[in-house]
């Protein structure tokens, strides 16, 4: 795919100032960027102001691949199935080392650049790290503050309790809220 | 884009320039993307773990869209209900599964398009009216036919099975335990019915047992003739052994007679078939069995135990 003179090349800066270059069609695995580059804008430099450097690397890695697997299943025919089994696998190994803080990073960027496959790989990865967690592990794991004040959290423990309870006045109290 | 409409630009240079600040960057998820997560996290820890990590996951744990899909099969049933107590300060034995619908059904409302339940957890059909008037949309799925089969296959296995229905009655369920020997007065003929049937699997299990007792009893059996004389007098020197022994009776008289039996015959049908009228394999004789007179077996006892442990 290398050797082509049509290709062209979409210049991206990252939120820390670093320019990457990338094919087109690269870039257009991003919806976001799609439309823009559909409202031609190709040869101005493309401001991502949420993503820096070594996340939007890895974005860029993540569509390479994308279009790789679509242009290669393309000429050989390959069965969707089989297709479908190696991006899986692949997706699995892309965010196998990837930390929580890079993750977040990542899932911001997924969301903001509109490439779904992506934000998926991060959800899915988010919920394996939350599944079976307690509270504060959950906490630590994910640099989040436990903010409740003590009346707060009270009010979160009390305020399910109407469901439990036989007598109809709390019915009533909880569906008017 | 959105992102710096709604965002101080100062807190994004922090983040997105230099990396930095950790915790701010976890208050940047967007509440949709805390959602898509939460939806797929289970049921069980959509309820009782996000609300109370931070302010923020707890208002997106209660946006409609995370209580898209309610599978209540993914709630184990006496842990979860413990759990929830615990954590929602809720008085023990308020909580049923009924009131969690409703519950769950005023945090979805609309959103909820998928319900499965279970007819063991037995729902009221005032929660189930609650939730299809707030979630019109939901397609309900009754999951556990065969689960509730289960159950009552289990609740029978409790009763005739030796040692396995002893040990998750006291684990976990104390109240249907309590059902159980009541029930058991009334069953009792019954059992006597499926013993011969059961009799044959267990045969298997026991013949391991004999052969263990019966290499035992040569060894044992000397002694054994000595303990049997003190027996009838001494049964409450309890020594440490955990288990029960298999051939009990009505405790203490018969005792030394039903040893000789056991050692005599040696074929479970028949073993089966005296003992069942008085005892058995009932759980509450069991415990009575246990406090007085499992000391008087000795050595056989834990090979019995030993051998139904391992199966």
Redesign the interface.
């Known amino acids: 795919m290398s050797e082509s003179t049509e290709k062209k090349m979409v210049r991206l800066r990252s ?3 670093e320019v990457f270059e990338v094919e087109e069609s690269v870039a257009k695995v991003a919806k976001t960027l799609q439309d823009m580059l559909e409202e031609d804008c190709a040869d101005a430099v493309i401001p991502i ?4 450097a ?1 996340i939007l690397t890895k974005v860029i890695d993540y569509c390479k691949d994308q279009v790789m697997i679509s242009s290669s299943s393309s000429t050989t025919n390959n069965p969707n199935e089989r297709t479908e089994q190696e991006r899986k696998a692949w997706g699995q190994k892309f965010m196998e080392g990837v930390d929580s ?1 890079t993750l ?2 990542l ?2 960027a997924s ?2 650049l509109n490439i779904e496959g992506l ?1 998926n790989l991060g ?2 990865k ?2 394996s790290m ?6 504060q592990e ?2 630590d794991m ?7 004040t003590p009346e ?2 009270e009010e ?3 305020q ?2 109407w ?3 036989r007598d109809p006045y709390y019915k009533k109290r ?2 008017s809220k | ?1 959105e ?2 409409a709604s965002r101080e630009r100062s807190e ?1 240079d922090c983040i ?4 930095e600040d ?2 701010g ?2 208050k ?3 509440p ?2 805390l959602q ?2 939460f939806e ?3 049921l069980e ?1 959509r309820i009782l ?7 923020s ?2 208002k997106a744990s209660r946006s409609p869209g995370c209580w898209k899909s309610l599978d209540f099969r993914q709630l184990s049933r006496p842990e979860f209900s413990a759990r929830f107590c615990r ?4 008085m023990n034995g ?3 599964f009924s ?2 619908l ?2 769950l059904a ?1 945090f979805g409302e609309v959103a909820v398009q998928e319900l499965v339940l279970r007819k063991a957890d037995h729902i009221t059909s005032d929660a189930l009216a609650y939730a299809l008037e707030k979630c019109p949309g939901v397609k309900i799925e009754w999951a556990d036919e065969e689960e509730v089969e289960v159950n009552e296959v289990q609740l029978l296995n409790e009763d005739e099975d030796d040692y396995g229905g002893v040990d998750w009655g006291e684990d976990e369920d104390d109240v249907e335990e309590e059902d159980e020997v009541i029930e058991e007065e009334v069953v009792a003929e019954e059992e006597e019915e499926v013993e011969e049937e059961e009799s044959e699997e267990e045969a298997e299990e026991e013949e391991s047992e004999e052969e263990a007792e019966e290499e035992e009893s040569e060894e044992v059996e000397e002694e054994e003739s000595e303990e049997v004389e003190e027996e009838e007098g001494e049964e409450e020197v309890v020594v440490n052994h955990e288990e029960e022994s298999e051939g009990l009776e009505d405790e203490d008289v018969e005792v030394p007679v039903n040893e000789d039996d056991n050692e005599v015959v040696n074929e479970d049908g028949e073993h089966h078939e005296s003992n069942g009228t008085n005892v058995s394999y009932d759980d509450d004789n069991y415990d009575d069995e246990f406090d007085n007179d499992y000391d008087d077996y000795g050595d056989d006892d834990d090979n019995y135990d030993d051998n139904d442990d391992y199966e």
């Open positions: 939120s820390d100032g102001t949420c993503v820096r070594p803080s977040c990073e899932l911001v969301n903001f934000l959800v899915d988010m919920v939350i599944q079976g967690k307690y509270p959950i906490r994910f640099n989040v503050v436990n903010d409740f707060e959290e979160i423990r009390n399910n309790a469901a439990f309870e909880s569906s | 884009m992102y710096s994004w997105f320039i230099n990396g950790e915790e960057k976890w940047l998820l967007l949709e993307l898509m997560i797929k996290v289970s820890e773990c996000l609300p109370f990590i931070c302010k996951w707890q954590a929602y300060d809720i308020r909580f049923s009131g969690l409703k519950l005023s």
